[in-house]
């Protein structure tokens, strides 16, 4: 079977960790990779074995699938270059930085023959796949309480520029908002506050979400709030018991009403592994090879643009927003 030629338009971190994951995958080969920074991507080709192409349109030309992993305001114009292509995309997170843009390119990749999967990776961690699986199999949850904090805007530079991340929630927050969805269903409404502090954009926010099961829950996350471990974290509350999640690294299980506890540990697996870049990738070529529906849609991606889009909207207007129902986002 010929291999899966696999281009890759922007060069930076996320770009030169599926890189080094698709290198072990035999059905793969890395046929051209681009970059703005024409320095970065000579270095990146060079580490990675591949072409360097001289633009985007060379890229998808060459490749039967390509990962969009550019800045995030610049996803949009290729993925509708890519899906115009009849090729196969991975578009890291988010879907777009708006919701007449995430609606566009849903709209276009949805009438699309070829395979079109969203970079959320947390779905496939196996902290988030067990306490998945425990909340399907075993528990009933009721509400939860989940925080997602960065240290800075600093580092890299561009994250505090809200003209290249589409603001603070589509950066790393807007991984929370499709966990909320994987874990506990739609969300029926929200109610958020917002505050600025530190960088000239609103970089605080609490959340109170109510899914249309009755369940709900609460969002913290802020952007200065320094580099306290575990800056991310989800506490599942269900009948006399509760499940915690420490980043990637563990899962702990109380359930009883001495204290005691059952943990479950993922340290000791590769950080791709743990953080489930390694799965998602995985994913994507088996729905290319195997002609089967990606885990995470296009569909998918919009939803999570429409959540956050949803609390800038109830941090503006100081009001309860409903967000759009996926049976009404998938006309």
């Known amino acids: 079977m010929a291999k899966v030629k696999v281009g890759i338009i922007g060069t930076g971190y996320i770009g030169g960790v599926h890189a080094g994951l698709l290198a072990r995958d035999e059905r793969v080969q890395l046929a051209a990779v681009y970059d703005v920074n024409r ?4 270095k990146f080709a060079r580490a990675h074995d591949a072409q360097i192409s001289d633009g985007p349109a060379e890229v998808i030309e060459r490749c039967d699938a390509v990962y969009i992993t550019t800045p995030n305001t610049q996803h949009v114009a290729a993925s509708l270059a890519v899906i115009e292509a009849g090729k196969h995309v ?77 603001g603070f929630l589509f950066e790393t927050p807007i991984h929370m908002f499709d966990m909320m969805r994987f874990l506990f269903g739609e969300v029926e409404s929200l109610h958020a506050i917002g505050s600025t502090h530190e960088y000239s954009e609103t970089d605080d926010f609490s959340v109170l979400l109510k899914f249309k099961s009755g369940f709900h829950a609460t969002l913290a996350t802020a952007a200065d709030a320094s580099w306290l471990f575990p800056f ?11 499940l ?61 643009v429409e959540l956050v889009n949803a609390v800038y909207e109830s941090v503006r207007t100081n009001s309860t927003i409903t967000p759009r129902p996926v049976s009404l986002l998938a006309r």
């Open 39 to 42: 320095e970065c991507a000579e």
């Open 90 to 166: 991975f578009c890291e997170k988010p879907l777009a930085t708006n919701i007449s843009d995430a609606e566009t390119v849903y709209a276009k990749a949805s009438k699309s023959k070829s395979v079109f999967q969203v970079g959320h990776n947390r779905r496939f961690a196996p902290v988030y796949a067990t306490l998945k699986q425990l909340l399907s199999d075993k528990y009933t949850p009721h509400s939860a309480h989940v925080k997602m904090n960065r240290g800075e805007l600093l580092n890299p530079v561009w994250t505090g520029d809200a003209s290249v991340t589409g």
């Open 232 to 242: 991310e974290r989800v506490e599942v509350f269900s009948h006399h018991a509760t």
């Open 244 to 304: 915690v999640t420490r980043e990637m690294e563990t899962l702990v299980c109380s359930t009883n009403l001495q204290g005691h506890f059952a943990e479950q540990s993922m340290q000791q697996l590769p950080r791709e592994e743990k953080w489930g870049y390694v799965q998602e990738d995985r994913a994507f070529i088996d729905a290319i090879v195997n002609g089967t529906p990606p885990p995470v849609t296009a569909l998918d991606g919009l939803m999570s």
